[in-house]
């Protein structure tokens, strides 16, 4: 009887740690909209979205010119990039585990990516918001 027992609870809990395990492998692409003033959409991170930001983010060459670069209108996109990714360039030296992609409506789009130090930098968006849109599944301009 007691090994019944013993049998029937080992399985359980590895069962129960496989599942958490398994858990923690997804990652999440979170889109933003300041008028709502919440997450209207989030998608699993995959292959497509994390080599575009990635390469996106190691062809940085300059600052975003303006002072004050947000605003409340467009989208904003939160994308985890995992695993990290350290780049090394022109004006970023970071280890970038999570990159913000800003949408304005009127403006150009751009990224806020925090430094080590936790020192946010704004950086022109150069990949193509239509495919970004295509991929995510969201019409991001109008």
Not at 24 to 41: A, H, L, N, S, T
Not at 96 to 111: E, L, R, S
């Amino acid at each position: 009887m007691s090994k019944k027992i013993l049998i029937v609870m080992s399985l359980f809990i590895m069962l129960l740690h496989s599942t958490v395990a398994s858990a923690i492998g997804f990652k999440y692409v979170e889109i933003f909209d300041p008028k709502q003033d919440k997450v209207v959409k989030v998608v699993q991170l995959n292959d497509e979205i994390h080599n575009m930001v990635v390469s996106s983010i190691k062809d940085v060459d300059s600052l975003y010119p303006k002072s004050k670069p947000l605003t409340d209108d467009g989208y904003a996109i939160r994308v985890p990039i995992y695993p990290a990714v350290k780049v090394q360039g022109k004006c970023l030296n970071a280890l970038v585990d999570n990159v913000f992609i800003i949408i304005p409506q009127h403006d150009a789009p751009f990224f806020m990516i925090f430094e080590d130090d936790n020192k946010l930098l704004c950086f022109p968006f150069k990949g193509n918001v239509s495919t970004l849109s295509k991929i995510l599944d969201f019409k991001l301009k109008s």
